[in-house]
């Protein structure tokens, strides 16, 4: 483990947010949660860590299932509105749409020994996604206000 994953797993313990934590392909690191958009709608979110020993290392920090876009004919009205977001509204992260239909977003950066800008882009993405979804509903016509 690397000094950069330590130093995230004593802030994630002082502002008492339990993440799953578990090694992955490659020596990653992956910690994974859920981020509570509305009382009965969580988002699951992943942080992966590269692990090579050096003072910088790479991340990347996923919210999954957004939505999914289930028609496909919504497809190019769904992009149009997620090129809108990337531009405007989604600051640091990009949503993006995968090959099964998921909207989700990320985050690639860079981070040093000083961990707690990394544990507020986690706690940003939340907020943004939270602002974005019932613009995304819209859209795709998902009804996320029942529990995923």
Not at 1 to 16: A, G, P, Q, S, Y
Not at 37 to 57: E, M
Not at 111 to 133: C, F, N, Q
Request: charged letters at 30%; glycine letters at 8%; a positive charge.
């Amino acid at each position: 483990m690397t000094t950069i994953t330590e130093n995230f797993e004593k802030v994630l313990e002082e502002k008492k947010m339990p993440l799953k934590k578990q090694e992955i392909k490659n020596g990653q690191i992956l910690f994974k949660g859920a981020f509570r958009i509305r009382k009965n709608l969580r988002l699951p979110f992943g942080i992966v860590f590269d692990t090579k020993d050096s003072a910088t290392v790479d991340y990347q920090i996923v919210y999954h299932k957004l939505a999914y876009v289930k028609e496909y004919s919504k497809r190019s009205e769904v992009m149009d509105l997620i090129n809108e977001f990337n531009e405007m509204k989604a600051g640091y992260y990009r949503l993006c749409i995968g090959g099964d239909g998921e909207i989700y977003m990320r985050l690639l950066a860079r981070t040093g020994e000083d961990i707690r800008p990394v544990y507020e882009m986690m706690v940003m993405g939340g907020s943004i996604a939270k602002a974005l979804l019932p613009e995304i509903e819209k859209i795709t016509g998902e009804d996320t206000t029942t529990t995923k």
